[in-house]
């Protein structure tokens, strides 16, 4: 079985703690940080493909102070 | 046969009346690979929420997939707290890696932009896997069925 030891995830969202809430970001996961963010999701990615990262993480910063009931 | 492992994913909590001493919310989420046919792949974070219906995106994914909204079916759907949201459905591609790769008739909503985050639920995704909350070890196991 895979296990993904480290989790890119976990790694994602502690970069994004401080970020404006309700920015959107773009995550590389090769390059280990937040390469764009901004309030438009579909400019973001593009300039985090421009920087090099093909296949970015698109995620949105939330508001810590709000729990998550799905 | 497919069957991997993802951790959960730790998220601080803030100090509250309810919680004066903050705590840590343990979530069960991986990154996936969304795309439609023809199309490029957008990638997100993904939560196994077993209370979904179904499987639902932010309905800027869509956008961001190219998607016709105008054209494709509807329906309404609600969640905790929510006012009921108009949903957009169509068949996508969901990649989690490790072999646990899948197609569902998904969702797009807007009640899911504030948190940029889509949902794997039963129909789509608990259909198609055997799912293990492995919380005190703070892992998750997928597994086909």
Redesign the interface.
């Known amino acids: 079985m895979d296990t993904v030891a480290v989790s890119p995830v976990a790694e994602m969202y502690a970069l994004m703690e401080g970020l404006p809430i309700g920015s959107w970001t773009a995550f590389s996961e090769k390059q280990h940080k937040i390469l764009a963010y901004g309030p438009d999701a579909q400019a973001v990615l593009d300039e985090a493909r421009e920087l090099g990262e093909p296949r970015p993480v698109i995620a949105r910063v939330m508001d810590p102070s709000v729990g998550l009931f799905l | 046969m497919a069957?991997?492992?993802?951790?959960y994913?730790?998220?601080?909590?803030?100090v509250?009346e309810a919680f004066p001493q903050g705590g840590t919310?343990h979530?069960p989420?991986?990154?996936a690979?969304i795309s439609v046919a023809g199309g490029v792949?957008?990638?997100?974070?993904v939560?196994l929420?077993t209370?979904?219906d179904g499987c639902l995106f932010?309905l800027?994914?869509a956008?961001?997939l190219h998607l016709d909204i105008e054209r494709m079916p509807r329906a309404t759907n609600r969640?905790?707290?929510s006012q009921s949201n108009l949903t957009y459905y169509t068949d996508v591609a969901i990649d989690l890696g490790?072999?646990i790769a899948f197609t569902a008739y998904a969702g797009f909503t807007e009640g899911l932009?504030?948190?940029?985050?889509g949902?794997l639920g039963q129909a789509g995704f608990f259909e198609q896997y055997n799912v293990e909350f492995r919380h005190s070890e703070r892992?998750f196991?997928v597994e086909l069925a």
Do not use: C, H
């Not at chain 2, 069957?3 to 951790?7: I, S, W």
């Not at chain 2, 994913?9 to 803030?14: A, N």
């Not at chain 2, 792949?41 to 974070?45: S, T």
């Open positions: 069957r991997a492992a993802y951790p994913i730790p998220v601080p909590l803030p509250s919310a979530r989420i991986a990154f690979d792949p957008e990638r997100l974070a939560v929420d209370g979904a932010p800027k994914l956008r961001l969640g905790v707290g490790n072999g932009d504030a948190m940029g985050l949902l892992l196991t």
